[in-house]
């Protein structure tokens, strides 16, 4: 059972008119579900609770047309049509255990207003500021507009009682929210009473949470998430004006919920900050209020979470990462099992399905985004449907998931790995600068497979058809991996590149296995835009190669703009004195040189270099898949029943969905799987008013 160190999480929590179970606390984030997936985040949020979560938030939820953050996809509160999918989300949080905490927002500035095409609201008459640099203007609010927002806010309040929400937000965050604009000194430059001084800049605040203490009336508790510095010096948030701000309103909430900076630095990869990172600005401005405090920090070690609520930084612990890797961390720590965490990596993958507008998912959690549409839960999978005996050829992330999946199944398992060790890609990456927390993946499930007397592990064995076909194994699994290629092949070039013979041509394989480049001058080529390419780049820079990095993106590891990582990449990219060339693809190599192109016009230029490192794409490593699939006739002799590739060996993507694949594989086996879209959905619901036009009578008017 649980180690008495770790009591102190579990003592209850009083936040206003509700108390919270223990001190685990979901903070709101975004999932990419919203209101396109209700059903599917309702579920999502239901297993958070059911894992031991006290509280549990939804996103950002929008207040008004005039908040309209689309096309990214979040929840929406702007009239009763909204009610049913708001209330099923707080009824299986409820069902899970937990507190309900919805996070009403108008976002001001940061709402493009494209699906509403109402004119955005801000501080001052500023061009929107969005991801995508919309060719949008707001307006600067009149007293009106502000009576307005205030208006629709307790509305929403109002609602969210309604429909069930326990703990109702007022959200001042992340530059994100229209009240941080108000706060702010960056974005407020009115001279009127909601502008100049503090007290001014925190009217606005201040008026919402009274408005919605008022309109809550003890039925729920409120809840200020604001930011306690905007990291931009004097020109923005400070400290000194967050510690005035709690000095005036720190008793108006419930609940402070602290968050630092953009939503880029509260959430910063394990690449760039470590866990806890947000405590030295945290430290100090619980001691302004009497209200709970709560916090992040990307916290899965509960030491940590002790030390937090030890040392009086936080009553609360918040989560947003850690309860999306492993939902059941709070039941973990309870019933003392601690090696079953499955820690955040510090990735952001999850932060992508945000940023690309589709449903959560997660590196170390396959399950995450699919327990409403494929039914699919973090600790609970259905038992085995026959005694089959399973062959996972290859140990990485695809191969552990699925010798760790139908493990639990219950399958007699043997996992055949060829090396010496687990891991596969990531035992390889996860030794490159920044990357070491990515080794949790492997961690967890060597952990897990340990546990499971069904699995048998075997290193150095490398498989070949005849051992597989000789044995006993009824279905063969092969997660055999990808190796990159070595002939330019990539988005740009479909065609291999011309290469002299004498060039010095390495891929990150080989940089993995330990190879340099021959010389000093070395040119890097990325054409595959994730973090790889930057990663080597960084890497060889730090042993002193001079590196240019030529990528046909208009950034470096251009894709990272969805992991929130592209201008951390970019600045240590500029401080490692790599040279980047932008917008341009390499065409040819020689002995001691590379032609690159324009991708514009095509202009052609030449560099020195000694060595190239081509980062493009992948071939899936299938030969045994191939030479299996050849011998197909003798499989019935060996009651061999199915052969399958799964992850990179099918297709080379992401380590998250090699896990993806690896889970799906173990779910799927002996099941079947007939419907043509595998997984349910929700399909928008038709309005019962079947359109508006004039009849044709009235179109124009007699002259
Ligand atoms: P994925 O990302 O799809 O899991 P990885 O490349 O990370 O793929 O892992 C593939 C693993 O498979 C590597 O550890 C590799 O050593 C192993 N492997 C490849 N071929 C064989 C084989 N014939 N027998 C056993 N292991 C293999
Ligand atoms: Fe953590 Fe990565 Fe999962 Fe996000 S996707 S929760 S960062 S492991």
Not at 439 to 466: G, H
Not at 642 to 664: K, L
Request: aromatic share 6%.
């Amino acid at each position: 059972m649980r180690d008495p160190r770790y009591d102190i999480l579990f003592e209850p929590v009083q936040i206003g008119p509700v108390t919270a179970r223990n001190r685990f606390y979901q903070v709101p984030h975004c999932n990419g579900m919203g209101y396109r997936d209700p059903s599917g985040e309702a579920v999502m949020r239901q297993v958070k609770a059911e894992g031991g979560w006290a509280v549990v938030c939804t996103e950002q939820v929008e207040i008004h047309p005039t908040s309209d953050i689309g096309p990214f996809i979040e929840l929406r509160i702007w009239d009763d049509q909204d009610m049913p999918a708001l209330a099923r989300i707080a009824d299986k949080i409820h069902e899970g255990g937990a507190l309900a905490g919805i996070e009403l927002a108008h976002n001001g500035l940061n709402s493009p207003n494209l699906i509403s095409r109402e004119t955005p609201l801000s501080p001052q008459h500023l061009p929107v500021a969005t991801f995508s640099y919309d060719p949008v203007q707001a307006r600067a609010m009149t007293k009106a507009d502000i009576a307005d927002v205030r208006r629709w806010h307790r509305q929403a309040v109002r609602r969210s009682i309604d429909v069930g929400y326990d703990i109702v937000y007022v959200y001042a965050g992340h530059a994100l929210g229209g009240l941080h604009h108000f706060l702010s000194r960056r974005y407020n430059n009115r001279t009127d009473e909601y502008g100049g001084s503090l007290t001014n800049r925190i009217r606005f605040l201040r008026e919402v949470l009274e408005d919605s203490r008022e309109e809550a009336d003890g039925k729920a508790a409120i809840a200020c998430r604001i930011t306690i510095n905007e990291l931009l010096g004097e020109d923005g948030i400070t400290r000194t004006e967050i510690e005035d701000t709690i000095g005036e309103i720190g008793e108006h909430p419930d609940l402070w919920d602290f968050v630092l900076g953009s939503w880029e630095d509260d959430s910063v990869t394990s690449r760039f900050g470590p866990e806890a990172e947000q405590e030295p600005y945290v430290r100090g401005l619980k001691d302004l209020t009497t209200k709970p405090v709560v916090g992040v920090g990307r916290f899965t070690s509960p030491d940590t979470m002790v030390h937090q609520i030890e040392s009086g930084v936080l009553d609360l612990i918040g989560a947003a990462r850690p309860s999306i890797a492993d939902p059941f961390l709070p039941r973990k720590i309870e019933t003392g099992n601690l090696e079953d965490i499955r820690e955040c990596i510090g990735c952001n993958i999850c932060v992508s399905g945000d940023f690309t507008m589709s449903p959560i998912r997660c590196t170390q959690n396959p399950t995450m985004g699919e327990e409403f549409r494929r039914g699919w839960h973090p600790e609970r999978i259905r038992v085995k449907s026959s005694d089959a005996h399973v062959l996972v050829v290859g140990a990485g992330p695809a191969g552990m998931e699925a010798a760790r999946s139908l493990g639990q199944r219950g399958y007699r398992v043997s996992l055949a790995e060829s090396t010496r060790v687990l891991g596969g890609r990531v035992e390889r990456e996860a030794k490159l600068p920044g990357l070491s927390a990515w080794i949790r993946v492997v961690d967890y499930r060597q952990q897990q497979l340990r546990k499971l007397d069904n699995v048998d592990v075997f290193l150095q064995s490398e498989m070949t058809a005849d051992d597989i076909i000789d044995n006993d194994f009824n279905h063969v699994v092969l997660a055999t991996g990808s190796h990159w290629r070595s002939d330019g092949v990539g988005r740009w070039h479909t065609h291999p590149i011309e290469i002299a013979d004498g060039a010095d041509v390495l891929t990150p394989d080989a940089i993995l296995a330990g190879l340099r480049p021959r010389g000093e001058r070395v040119v890097l080529f990325d054409d595959d835009h994730y973090y790889l390419g930057g990663v080597v780049a960084e890497l060889l820079a730090k042993e002193n190669f001079d590196v240019t990095l030529v990528t046909p993106g208009a950034h470096v590891s251009a894709w990272t703009v969805n992991t929130m990582e592209v201008a951390r990449i970019r600045k240590r990219i500029i401080r490692a004195g790599i040279t980047v060339e932008t917008n341009t693809t390499l065409n040819r190599i020689t002995a001691d040189s590379v032609d690159t192109g324009c991708v514009f016009t095509g202009d052609e230029r030449t560099f020195s270099a000694d060595s190239v490192v081509l980062v493009t794409s992948r071939l899936p490593e299938n030969r045994l898949f191939d030479e299996l699939n050849a011998r197909e006739s003798e499989w019935a002799k060996a009651d061999l029943r199915s052969v399958r590739a799964i992850g990179d060996a099918w297709a080379p993507s992401t380590i998250a969905a090699a896990v993806w694949a690896g889970h799906r594989y173990a779910e799927e086996l002996d099941e079947p799987t007939s419907a043509d879209v595998p997984f349910l959905r929700e399909v928008t619901e038709l309005s019962a008013q079947p359109g508006r036009l004039l009849p044709l009578a009235v179109e124009s008017a007699p002259a």
